[in-house]
Structure formats: C-alpha cells, structure tokens
C-alpha cells in the first residue's frame, strides 16, 4: 500500500476540516488504517484507527467525540473528519496502514504501522 495524505490548511478554533488519505495497492481492504499527528518538538502520536471493514473504530481520548474516521474501501480512501478543533490539535497528520486487518488499543504504538504517508499540516489559529 502506498499513501498519499491531502486536505490540511489553515482554520480557525471551532471550525471544521476533512482530511483524506489515498491509497493504492490490492491491500488496502484487508489493511487497518490510522492516522496519526505529531506537532512541534513532540512525538507522533495515535489519532484514531480503523479496521479493513470499517466496522471498528478507536479514537484518542483527546479528540473522541470531535474526530470522525472512516473509510471507502472502493475509493481505497480513509478520511478523518475534524470538527471543534482546537489549537492543540495543530500538527502535522499522518496516515498509516497496517497489514493486518483489525485495529486494538496496542496499535496507538506507532511501532505497529509498517506504511506511512507524508505528513499533511493542520494549523488552529485563536
């Protein structure tokens, strides 16, 4: 699988952003998808995953409730929606592909995703 990030940019606090991720290769309906952030001078870390069916989801604490994963496995393209976003959630986001199929709490590592996008940056201003 290979990954191709777009839609980051400038918004205000409170607002909206959608984030898509293609993605080519015959794997991608039996892969799990993520996506990751990493801001400035801090690590990457987990933002939400989905399995290959899409039929599970997991969401960090930090934006559960305000983030939206979802998948379209004949588009072979994984979005996250973004809403009431905050100046914390300003950083650079990432997506992932993992080759297994189902996505558990142990795959916020990420050790445990072996395909990565580039990174697409999302700014929060006040």
């Known amino acids: 699988v290979q990954l191709q990030a777009s839609g980051g940019g400038l918004v205000q606090a409170g607002g909206s952003l959608r984030l898509s991720c293609a993605a080519s290769?015959?794997?991608?309906?039996?892969?799990?998808m993520g996506w990751f952030r990493q801001a400035p001078g801090k690590d990457r870390e987990f933002v939400a995953g989905?399995?290959?069916?899409?039929?599970?989801?997991l969401y960090a604490d930090s934006v559960k409730g305000r983030f939206s994963i979802s998948r379209d496995n004949a588009k072979i393209t994984v979005d996250l929606q973004m809403s009431s976003l905050e100046r914390e959630d300003t950083a650079a986001y990432y997506c992932?592909?993992?080759?297994?199929?189902?996505?558990?709490?142990?795959?916020?590592?990420?050790?445990?995703?072996?395909?990565w996008g580039q990174g697409t940056l999302v700014t929060v201003s006040s």
């Open positions: 989905i399995s290959a069916s899409g039929g599970s989801t």
């Open positions: 992932a592909a993992r080759n297994v199929p189902h996505v558990t709490w142990r795959d916020r590592d990420v050790g445990q995703w072996e395909t």
């Open positions: 290769g015959r794997s991608f309906s039996r892969s799990a």
